[in-house]
């Protein structure tokens, strides 16, 4: 059997990302039939590959999620602060599978999860470009040079550094106005279109031309959408939306939705 190098045998046995598991490696967390091992090293299926001293397997079947993640939730596997992991919204599916992406806590709305490693790197990798649609509420009014000014690319850099956003599309949906007491209130829903996947990048962006986002949520990666999900249900992907995200369709399960409100 033809040896190949180790991150690719991680990312196909699902247990991460191509990249994530060329961090395992550089962190010493990596062994070969016991052998600590380096960047660049390779090995065989056959090999007993261990991360942090737990075999990695190869013979689980593929698995393509598709959740509805509620607010107050993390896209963590793990967390030693007590906050409310996805994990939790998964039980008993059999395999495990880990987020393709990620989503803020304060955020909800559509996120994948896979146990397929090279099917992660494709979607999440900056080469792909993969279209993610999210939609944002602003309590005020936006003016066209607003808009302009985030579909053209802003820079969300902090502490003095340069970051600048590709361009992206960005829409009005909705205007609404409210009668209070103490004035009108506005309130403008955005529909956001993006290809990058920078760590809260749409709130950075609002924020850096002065708006505030009450509300933000994913409905689309690649063309899935949330569909008739609920917050905290969860279904396989069928073989329409594998196809979508350029998986061929013998992988597909039966579409069956889990799950309820949190």
């Known amino acids: 059997m033809e040896k190949e190098r180790l991150q690719k045998l991680i990312a196909e046995s699902g247990y991460c990302s191509r990249r994530a598991a060329e961090e395992l490696i550089k962190s010493g967390a990596v062994k070969v039939n016991g052998r600590s091992v380096g960047l660049g090293d390779k090995a065989t299926k056959n090999d007993l590959i261990t991360i942090k001293g737990k075999k990695v397997e190869f013979s689980q079947s593929k698995r393509y999620i598709k959740l509805y993640k509620p607010r107050g939730y993390t896209t963590s596997m793990s967390d030693s602060h007590g906050k409310k992991l996805i994990t939790e919204l998964l039980k008993n599916i059999g395999e495990r599978v880990y987020p393709v992406g990620r989503l803020d806590r304060d955020s909800e709305g559509l996120i994948l999860l896979s ?6 790197n494709m979607i999440t990798h900056p080469s792909s470009k993969i279209k993610k649609k999210y939609r944002v509420t602003i309590p005020s009014i936006i003016s066209e040079d607003i808009i302009s000014r985030l579909s053209a690319g802003v820079n969300i850099g902090e502490d003095g550094e340069r970051e600048i956003t590709a361009p992206c599309e960005v829409h009005v949906l909705k205007h609404d106005k409210t009668e209070t007491e103490s004035g009108v209130k506005n309130r403008v829903v955005l529909e956001f279109v993006i290809t990058e996947g920078k760590n809260r990048q749409i709130r950075r962006m609002c924020k ?8 933000l949520k994913r409905t689309s990666v ?3 959408k949330l569909g008739m999900l609920k917050p905290g249900e969860h279904a396989d992907l069928d073989a329409k939306e594998l196809k979508l995200l350029g998986v061929g369709a013998r992988t597909a399960r039966p579409q069956k939705r889990k799950g309820g409100k949190p």
């Open 208 to 215: 850096a031309v002065g708006l505030e986002v009450s509300r």
């Open 222 to 224: 690649g063309g899935v």
């Open 115 to 120: 146990n397929d490693g090279d099917f992660t």
